[in-house]
């Protein structure tokens, strides 16, 4: 009787395993079939008209004088860039910021701006004490689309890029694909309006 209960439950087992190889088999075929179909542009159609960038892209400031190269994050909530010697101060009764921006070209290693404080985040340390980080609105252009967004101010010189775009600066224009880079190209016009 054992015997005769181990032989239906593998049976059984082998007759599952099976059907599912053939269910996946068909599965898979029609996805490689339908995979074969789509095109770029149906791709970017499907995007929702939302441009495809790799988890690095080339970025444009200030009208396409400054380009330094920015790692896209999904896992950030706001864009952040390397800012040293940040100095806080008044103009016309309104808080602004003057700091380095560090491009790391080697021609230009550093931009002195000057900016309108939007805000001020309190940044949470497990070992050290609390930072209180300057946020302010920058014009940037990516893949060809001129935008507007909000950058937080740190030393980004331990990093492997100046340059963070989070979910705010790409939510409204652009998927990531995690597996490439530099799918943006490099056509940024200096006159073009950015989206807010």
């Not at 439950?9 to 075929?29: D, E, K, P, Q, R």
């Amino acid at each position: 009787m054992q015997r005769t209960l181990n032989a239906r439950l593998l049976s059984a087992v082998v007759a599952l395993i099976l059907s599912c190889v053939s269910v996946h088999g068909v599965h898979a075929a029609s996805r490689v079939k339908a995979e074969q179909e789509v095109s770029e542009s149906d791709v970017h159609q499907t995007a929702g008209q939302r441009m495809i960038l790799g988890y690095v892209e080339r970025v444009w400031f200030q009208a396409g004088a400054i380009s330094v190269k920015a790692k896209l994050d999904t896992g950030a909530k706001t864009s952040s860039l390397d800012a040293r010697n940040i100095e806080v101060f008044e103009k016309k009764g309104k808080r602004w910021v003057r700091f380095e921006f560090w491009t790391r070209d080697e021609e230009t290693p550093f931009v002195t701006l000057e900016r309108r404080v939007k805000r001020f985040v309190r940044i949470k340390r497990h070992t050290t004490k609390h930072q209180r980080r300057a946020v302010v609105e920058l014009s940037f252009c990516v893949g060809g689309r001129p935008q507007r967004s909000e950058f937080t101010l740190i030393d980004r010189h331990k990093f492997i890029y100046p340059v963070l775009l989070g979910r705010k600066a790409l939510k409204k224009n652009a998927l990531v694909d995690p597996g490439s880079a530099f799918l943006g190209g490099y056509d940024c016009a200096p006159d073009a309006e950015p989206r807010p």
